[in-house]
């Protein structure tokens, strides 16, 4: 059971977690009530969607193994509490998690790549694992390169399913407005995703100061300073929280006041309340706490598709 759990805490078991339900929750309560509206049925069977979904939590779980791997010498300073490679799980073992689950989620990808007759869709896999490797080995440590790759790969878990089914319904139907407001859904859900990512990443440099100074990295924190450092994330916030207040307008002037509401309660009010904590916080446990809050509203925004799908009906 130890070794078991120290698995699932290398593959990060809850961030695979999140990324299953969020692929699953924009299929069926944003993709699937629009296609349901204009008389169109999902054009991708319901087997091939869940491969998909665990081609990308395989995909995903190698990133956050090769991550612990080259993140050795960093974590054994940041918190050697919480270090599995090398002592619950030896890096031999880890490569070969690594290999084995990237192996299993690109041939996943390049079988439904064939089943839709889309191709491009085995390239996206094999970038993404690629990218995970090239973040864990280099990325990571270059200025601000592994925290905008992150973000991107964040935002790819919705564009990815939208891509999908977008491809394989261009094959059957005719492209429609209802299909175009899936486009918005799709555009709106991925930046939420890029720019909330994008926060969280810098700020858990910010939490990760001390290890990688002592390393090499050149992270924001480690090349600007703290000071800095935060105005970045500052800016990044209100920009965010600008882009969910005019997402509510739109719903407002739409007469979709349940999902408005949503937002104001749910979200924006928590990503104020959350600016405000950053503009004051001072240390590690600040930004630890501030990183952790992030991930609630991350999981509410996730969660808010829920709502769309239960109280609009889009």
């Not at 949503?262 to 706490?289: C, E, N, W």
Request: glycine residues 4%.
């Amino acid at each position: 059971m130890r070794k078991l759990g120290a698995f699932l805490s290398l593959v990060r078991w809850y961030n695979l977690v999140m990324v299953a339900l969020t692929q699953v929750l924009f299929r069926y309560c944003i993709i699937l009530p629009v296609f349901r509206n204009t008389g169109y049925s999902l054009p991708l069977s319901q087997t091939d969607f869940l491969l998909l979904v665990l081609a990308t939590m395989l995909v995903s779980a190698a990133g956050y193994a090769i991550n612990d791997y080259f993140d050795l010498r960093i974590d054994r300073i940041n918190k050697p509490d919480k270090v599995i490679v090398g002592r619950l799980i030896t890096r031999r073992a880890t490569i070969l998690i690594h290999s084995v689950l990237n192996f299993l989620g690109v041939m996943l990808g390049i079988y439904l790549s064939w089943k839709i007759q889309y191709w491009p869709l085995a390239l996206i896999f094999l970038a993404v694992a690629m990218a995970l490797w090239l973040y864990s080995v280099r990325f990571k440590r270059s200025f601000l390169t592994g925290n905008i790759t992150i973000a991107l790969l964040s935002a790819m878990v919705i564009l990815l399913v939208w891509l999908v089914e977008y491809r394989a319904a261009s094959l059957q139907y005719a492209v429609s407005p209802e299909m175009m407001e899936v486009n918005f859904f799709a555009r709106f859900y991925s930046f939420f995703a890029f720019m909330t990512s994008l926060c969280r990443e810098i700020i858990k440099d910010l939490e990760d100061h001390a290890g990688d100074k002592k390393t090499g990295c050149r992270s924001l924190a480690v090349v600007k300073g703290l000071e800095t450092t935060r105005k970045v994330v500052l800016v990044i916030m209100g920009l965010t929280i600008l882009t969910i207040v005019a997402y509510m307008v739109y719903m407002a002037l739409q007469g979709r006041f349940t999902i408005m509401s949503y937002f104001l309660v749910m979200i924006t009010i928590p990503f104020m309340v959350v600016f405000y904590h950053a503009s004051k916080a001072l240390g590690v446990q600040d930004f630890r706490i501030i990183q952790r809050f992030l991930k609630l509203i991350m999981l509410a925004g996730v969660l808010s598709m829920i709502v769309q799908y239960f109280f609009i009906g889009i």
